[in-house]
């Protein structure tokens, strides 16, 4: 199937044969790439070959490399819309996915002068420190780390953490959630990170900031969250404005 007296180089035959093999599902999400030297060996090609077009579907984020079990078809990534305020548990419903929570830790700390910003609150004022870990349909997907004011709950808000955060705030403290502010940059996993989201050390991840209000104004809740990189893309739709 390779050409090898054509003008085309080789890698890039290569490449675009494996794109197609994926784009026709004949390699399905999560199926493992034949090492280098098999496919090397299969296709009479040198090891750097296979190694380049390799990489460059990795870049396209069509296959996923992990450190010590091999490269795999990615699995199609989550469609996020921005459009909409919603909850983890909304989306992953929406998309017939079944949502999960691990509560990591719960801790009582005076918020620092970003969060107490972000809060509209003095610096130094107690708010729960709440990080989970989100799961769709068993896979680690993202890591919350939110923030909210002490004195606004409950005492006992930590045992309601283990389902749904907006369908408690909501359903059983009567609050109405209205709008949000979220910002979105790329980063790296920390090796905590990576541990939890299970990825690898400085896989690409997106860093959301999400700080949302009330209808009567007050912010609910700030939180920085981990989503994996390999796992999400957002979507907007956009109109001209005249
Ligand atoms: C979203 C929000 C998070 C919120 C959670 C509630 C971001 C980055 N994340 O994941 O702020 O706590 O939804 O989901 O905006 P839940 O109701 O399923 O707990």
Same mark, same amino acid.
């Given at each position: ?62 296959? !996923? ?15 996020? !819309? ?32 970003? !969060? ?73 996993? !920390? ?52």
């Amino acid at each position: 199937m390779i050409q090898k007296d054509s003008p085309i180089p080789i890698y890039y035959q290569l490449q675009e044969q494996l794109k197609e093999m994926i784009e026709n599902e004949e390699l399905d999400p999560g199926t493992p790439l034949p090492s280098e030297r098999e496919m090397a060996e299969k296709y009479e090609i040198s090891r750097m070959t296979v190694r380049q077009a390799v990489t460059n579907l990795v870049n396209e984020g069509l296959l !996923t490399r992990s450190k010590g079990r091999g490269t795999f078809v990615a699995e199609e990534k989550i469609e996020q !819309t921005l459009m909409k305020l919603t909850s983890f548990s909304e989306d992953m419903r929406a998309r017939g996915i079944e949502p999960g929570s691990k509560l990591i830790s719960f801790e009582e700390v005076q918020a620092d002068a970003n !969060t107490a910003k972000h809060l509209s609150i003095p610096p130094d004022t107690y708010v729960f420190q709440i990080s989970r870990l989100r799961f769709g349909d068993g896979e680690p997907m993202a890591l919350e780390v939110s923030y909210l004011v002490k004195d606004r709950l409950p005492e006992d808000t930590v045992n309601h953490l283990e389902n749904s955060l907006y369908d408690y705030i909501e359903q059983q403290l009567g609050l109405a959630i209205d709008r949000a502010r979220q910002t979105i940059e790329p980063s790296f996993a !920390t090796s905590r990170e990576a541990e939890l989201l299970t990825i690898d050390e400085g896989s690409p991840v997106l860093l959301l900031e999400r700080t949302t209000f009330l209808s009567d104004n007050t912010v609910i809740e700030y939180v920085k969250s981990v989503y994996r990189g390999d796992r999400y893309k957002f979507i907007a739709d956009m109109k001209r404005q005249r």
